[in-house]
């Protein structure tokens, strides 16, 4: 049996200067659009350039991953740092340690859902 997990994370840009919280059910792969994303600057996450992992959290329902997001959304960036830090003191990038990073330079797009 299958069992979907669904992840509330953190994401910044290169300098650490931005911080984007987001919920997907496959991580590498929204990195990836967000990744992607910075060519377009359409969204939030693109035109800030933020595609860097720096903190995970896994859930088994969508519900509890949409509520725990938009708790961490209403924080301020100070409450932020402290949740990234109790995980990850140094803000290194995780990316390279749940997909190969960076990705290859043609990639799909995955179709929205």
Known sequence: MHFKR?????????NK????????N???QRIIEHYL???TKQTFAGKYNCCYLLYY???????DAIAR???????SRKKKVVLIEKVNQSWK???SEIMDWPPPERIERRDKW
């Open 6 to 14: 669904y992840l509330v994370y953190i994401l910044t840009n290169h």
């Open 69 to 75: 997001e938009k708790e961490i959304k209403g924080w």
């Open 57 to 63: 959290e896994v859930y088994p329902s969508a519900a």
């Open 17 to 24: 200067t931005v911080l984007y919280t987001g919920i997907t």
């Open 93 to 95: 990038f995780l990316n």
């Open 26 to 28: 496959n991580l590498p």
């Open 37 to 39: 994303d910075q060519e």
